[in-house]
């Protein structure tokens, strides 16, 4: 699905260099992959991390999972074929995200390691940072919370191909960096990613 199909396609240059825009704009950019299970806290974590970084001064964006299949992703479906589109899609907006120099907080349940890799590749062929973040949660406690209703249905049958109940979810093997939401809470999910983000020189001691 990911082929090229367009012909007399020429990639176009800029005359502003990656150094350049950064010391311009005053920031790095880079794209925080967060995964993990529906209910796991992604999307909460997300949301906490966007506001924190821009209060702080860093130009950052959020794209979540359910609100890209609203617009870019609404032709795809669950398959294992249409997840893997779709995360290539969204790899691809966030990497033009981190060019910019934004810090691009992706939130995606993203269950398979191939599809996650892809998108780490994209990042690096490109020599731009890319964090993974496992939002790593029991599959009982994301069941409990079940903010959606989704895993009732799954249970019921009404979901076909559901993560963590008849569809696998891949843990990461080499994440940059887990946050076990069933231990800490919002606020300090938040501090440790932007510890993490210190750590890696992407922001700066404030």
Not at 96 to 114: E, H, K, M, Q, R
Not at 155 to 172: C, L, M, S
């Amino acid at each position: 699905m990911s082929e090229t199909k367009a012909t007399n396609i020429t990639w176009h240059e800029g005359h502003v260099t990656a150094e350049e825009r950064q010391d311009l704009v005053g920031q790095k950019g880079a794209t925080l992959w967060m995964t993990g299970l529906s209910g796991s806290g992604k999307s909460t974590v997300a949301v906490a991390l966007e506001q924190a970084l821009l209060h702080m001064g860093y130009n950052s964006y959020r794209l979540d999972g359910d609100n890209v299949r609203h617009g870019l992703n609404k032709n795809l479906g669950f398959s294992a074929e249409d997840r893997a589109e779709n995360i290539r899609r969204i790899g691809e907006v966030a990497k033009l995200f981190a060019d910019s120099t934004c810090l691009a907080i992706t939130s995606f349940i993203s269950p398979y390691i191939a599809d996650r890799d892809l998108v780490r590749q994209l990042h690096n062929e490109a020599g731009l940072p890319f964090m993974e973040v496992y939002v790593e949660c029991p599959l009982e406690v994301a069941e409990e919370r079940d903010p959606k209703g989704l895993y009732k249905k799954a249970r019921a049958g009404e979901i076909k191909g559901f993560t963590g109940i008849d569809d696998p979810y891949e843990a990461p093997t080499n994440a940059e960096l887990v946050i076990n939401t069933a231990e800490l809470s919002v606020e300090e999910s938040v501090e440790k990613i932007i510890a993490a983000l210190r750590q890696r020189g992407l922001i700066e001691d404030q």
